[in-house]
């Protein structure tokens, strides 16, 4: 099957986590269309998730707002037409700490019960020209979605902001092409990005990539555009 090619949602730099470039299933399931997916991860120009690391960092949970990319605009990576949306999820705690991943990893089974919305939080699905497939946009800040269903995007339009919510560690945005707009029978399809400067990991300068997956745990920007 060819890869859906779109382009990266957001500006600025990004971490890149559960890449399909590593494995797929890219997060080691093959549920909620999720096969395909990826992580991206808000950083700073020095390549940090936060600028604050304290007591909290190491013991406890930390509030959304002290990572990078809580807050920050998500894009349209494609024109399409909103078919569903979810909003009103909380924002979580963020849990670097391994005594606060704990009782998160004991709750996962719980989350899965609870259905669509606990997994994926606050979010949003776009079907794609040509009846090529549906991207979702998962993990959104609740009440910050620009858009409703019905309505046409634009690639590189705003349409929401980066959240917690859901299953989420650590604000992030999770991105996935399936071929329905259910997520709870959603089959994954495989997708690439276009025009994106990659800064892979240990390698030193950045090269540019015309198009492709991302490796995992390289950062990323897209070519051209600038927070």
């Known amino acids: 099957m060819e890869p859906v090619v779109l382009s990266l949602p957001f500006a600025g730099r990004w971490l890149v986590q559960n890449s399909p470039a590593r494995r797929v299933p890219s997060h080691g399931v093959d549920v909620l269309g ?7 991860v808000g950083v700073d120009d020095r390549h940090r998730t936060a600028p604050v690391r304290d007591w909290r960092t190491f013991l406890a ?7 990078a990319a809580f807050g920050r605009p998500v894009l349209a990576p494609a ?14 705690e963020a849990r670097r700490s391994q005594l606060a991943l704990v009782p998160y990893a004991l709750g996962q089974a719980a989350r899965l019960r609870e259905g ?9 699905v ?8 549906f991207v979702a946009l998962v993990h959104l800040r609740r009440g910050s979605l620009r858009v409703g269903v019905g309505d046409a995007v634009r690639a590189g339009h705003p349409i929401a902001e980066c959240g917690s919510s859901g299953n989420s560690t650590q604000p992030h945005l999770h991105v996935q092409v399936m071929d329905s707009a259910d997520l ?16 892979r990991r240990g390698r030193g300068e950045p090269r540019p990539r015309a198009s492709g997956i991302p490796d995992e745990g390289s950062v990323v920007e897209p070519l051209g555009r600038t927070q």
Not at 61 to 67: A, L, Q
């Open 79 to 92: 024109d399409g037409v909103v078919v569903a949306t979810h909003d009103g999820e909380p924002d979580h």
């Open 61 to 67: 949970t930390e509030p959304p707002e002290r990572f």
């Open 34 to 40: 999720e096969r395909y997916a990826i992580d991206f």
């Open 116 to 124: 669509v919305g606990a997994v994926a939080g606050n979010h949003l």
């Open 126 to 133: 776009v079907a794609l020209p040509g009846g090529t497939g």
């Open 184 to 199: 709870a029978v959603a089959q994954g399809v495989p997708l690439d990005f276009r025009d994106f400067r990659e800064w």
